[in-house]
């Protein structure tokens, strides 16, 4: 890697780290806490890319980056920032960052996004469109700062001004109408109607164009396409095709991945290709269990605005909560937090009163198979299997056994290490092996061995 680097961040360590990874990949470094500093060295002409905080002591590093683009044009600029929302992500394709990372960041990610910078391979485009930015506040329930969640959250700032139709896949309960009237909401088509159709509602065969009429180049939802019969889906194709002289965006939602309900004639492949112009997975809950404090917060400051009274689970109830299974989703969560919060009798919501509420119990190999949907053995097979798929006729290269072993004995070694503080003897008796075994894996696999709060 080539080039100088100019880092703004108020916090110390993450300006030492930085520094260090980039010296020792061969750029020269200049890093400081100020963005007066920062602007000046821009000015200045220093820098082949900047890597900036959001908030910082003297401003926001966001609204400096329209001036960053006037006067340097081709001079890349990656948003790191705690803000961990969609909007966030947002405000940083809209004012041109070249990309956008949540902290905390894993800094080898970071180092492979500066080096496509460095080598002017751009990610994103700025919003042609000029409209007045949405002034949505940033309370909104797409919440997460997980990977699988900020993973999401760039892709939607990717497509949200886009003309692509979208296809969104996930559970019930996971947010899918949400993520669709979010894309609505935040994109150039935020003052045009927004149309949510139901199976029922399109099931009238009468209604597809008057949707259309009343659409007027906004957004038509098709909430769960699986349940629209076939003649109606030949429909929809006409309306779709017809739609496109008026720009009006569609974006449908499924349960599950139609792209293998096409075989058995559930979904018309002509109208599957027009809606995927662009497919999202929305995460399960289960998938993203760190996510659950920050949405079980999210709720509980809902609740009190709505006039209920203030209310907090203590840390045995939110550990009980990370460890469901969530059938239910997000959706499941909001209604368990608000039945508490009515029905608590103290402001401190205890594990006791969330057992009840969903009635689960911690047992002691909850750990082995907290969801009775898909136990571990079952996730490891459909990954090997994908593996295996990738290389088709090819044989894989050798040394599968411990890629895999890898993979599963990686995480599993570092929570068990969070959870016991970093102490490798109290890790070891965790796990159930020796401590001298736990010292050579900690080796072997590289993991971080600072102590730390436990979990």
């Keep these: 890697m080539d080039g100088t680097v100019l880092i703004a961040d108020d916090d110390l360590t993450i300006r030492t780290v930085?520094?260090?990874?980039?010296?020792?990949?061969?750029?020269?470094?200049?890093?400081?806490s100020s963005l007066a500093t920062l602007d000046r060295w821009v000015k200045e002409g220093r820098g082949d890319l900047i890597i900036s905080d959001i908030?910082?002591?003297?401003?926001?590093?966001?609204?400096?980056?329209?001036?960053?683009?006037?006067?340097?044009?081709?001079?890349?600029?990656i948003v790191i920032s705690a803000r961990n929302t969609v909007i966030t992500a947002i405000q940083a394709v809209e004012a041109d960052a070249f990309d956008y990372l949540p902290k905390p960041f894993d800094l080898p990610e970071l180092m492979k996004r500066a080096s496509r910078a460095l080598e002017k391979i751009?990610?994103?485009?700025?919003?042609?469109?000029?409209?007045?930015?949405?002034?949505?506040?940033e309370d909104l329930p797409l919440v997460g700062q997980?990977?699988?969640?900020?993973?999401?959250?760039?892709?939607?700032?990717?497509?949200?001004?886009?003309?692509?139709?979208?296809?969104?896949?996930?559970?019930?309960?996971?947010?899918?109408s949400l993520v669709a009237r979010t894309i609505h909401d935040l994109s150039n088509r935020r003052s045009l109607p927004f149309?949510?159709?139901?199976?029922?509602?399109?099931?009238?065969?009468?209604?597809?164009?008057?949707?259309?009429?009343?659409?007027?180049?906004?957004?038509?939802?098709?909430?769960?396409l699986t349940g629209v019969h076939g003649l109606l889906q030949a429909q929809i194709v006409r309306l779709i095709d017809a739609a496109k002289e008026s720009g009006t965006r569609f974006i449908a939602t499924s349960q599950v991945n139609l792209n293998n309900k096409m075989s058995d004639d559930r979904i018309r492949e002509d109208l599957f290709f027009r809606l995927s112009g662009t497919q999202i997975n929305i995460p399960a809950l289960r998938d993203r269990a760190q996510d659950i404090p920050l949405l079980v917060e999210h709720f509980l400051v809902k609740a009190e605005r709505e006039g209920r009274s203030k209310h907090f689970f203590n840390e045995e109830a939110i550990d009980l909560l990370r460890l469901y299974s969530w059938p239910g989703n997000v959706r499941q969560l909001e209604n368990v937090v608000n039945q508490l919060v009515l029905f608590s009798r103290s402001k401190e919501i205890s594990r006791t009163e969330v057992e009840d509420a969903i009635g689960f119990r911690l047992e002691s190999d909850t750990v082995l198979d907290f969801d009775a949907t898909e136990r571990l053995s079952a996730l490891?097979?459909?990954?090997?299997?994908?593996?295996?798929?990738?290389?088709?006729?090819?044989?894989?290269?050798?040394?599968?056994?411990?890629?895999?072993?890898?993979?599963?004995?990686?995480?599993?070694?570092?929570?068990?290490?969070?959870?016991?503080?970093?102490?490798?003897?109290?890790c070891a008796k965790l796990l159930g092996i020796n401590r001298n075994t736990l010292r050579k894996k900690i080796a072997d696999l590289d993991i971080q061995t600072t102590r730390r709060r436990k979990l």
Excluded at 21 to 32: E, L, Q
Excluded at 55 to 77: C, E, Q, T, W, Y
Excluded at 122 to 137: A, F, H, V
Excluded at 196 to 214: A, F, G, R
């Design 18 to 32: 930085l520094a260090q990874a980039f010296f020792r990949a061969g750029c020269k470094v200049h890093a400081t």
């Design 55 to 77: 908030i910082m002591p003297d401003g926001n590093g966001l609204k400096m980056l329209p001036k960053i683009a006037a006067s340097r044009p081709n001079l890349p600029v």
């Design 122 to 137: 751009p990610l994103s485009k700025k919003s042609k469109s000029e409209e007045k930015k949405s002034d949505q506040s």
């Design 146 to 176: 997980t990977e699988g969640m900020q993973k999401l959250y760039r892709l939607l700032a990717r497509i949200m001004n886009t003309d692509l139709s979208i296809m969104l896949f996930g559970e019930n309960g996971t947010g899918k």
């Design 195 to 224: 149309i949510s159709m139901s199976t029922e509602e399109l099931n009238h065969v009468d209604v597809p164009y008057q949707i259309l009429e009343k659409a007027k180049g906004g957004t038509i939802l098709i909430d769960d």
């Design 380 to 426: 490891v097979a459909r990954h090997v299997q994908r593996y295996f798929a990738f290389h088709g006729k090819n044989v894989p290269v050798a040394g599968v056994y411990n890629k895999v072993l890898c993979e599963v004995e990686t995480p599993l070694i570092e929570i068990a290490m969070n959870v016991s503080g970093g102490n490798q003897t109290v």
